[in-house]
């Protein structure tokens, strides 16, 4: 697992434009647009490091992505 401050200076280099806030020292907050078709997505992105115990593994610690413009619907067949 990285930093969050790693992780700053890696999303900066990926999305240069998005906004970004701190509000602890293990936090960071994330929040731009996305195109990937033709519908324009706002995006927050949250990361937070984890204070593990030693020997533990964060292999499976994702950042938590939420949808926040156009609210997202849901189509037949998926869950």
């Known amino acids: 697992m990285i930093t969050v401050g790693e992780q700053v200076f890696n999303m900066a280099d990926v999305f240069p434009v998005w906004s970004c806030e701190s509000p602890t020292c293990r936090t960071a907050i994330w929040i731009g647009q996305l195109e990937p078709h033709k519908t324009i997505y706002t995006v927050c992105v949250e990361y937070t490091e984890l204070l593990l115990p030693e020997g533990k593994s964060a292999l499976y610690v994702r950042p938590f992505v939420e949808i926040l ?9 998926n869950a």
């Open 69 to 77: 413009n156009p609210k997202l619907k849901r189509r037949f067949g």
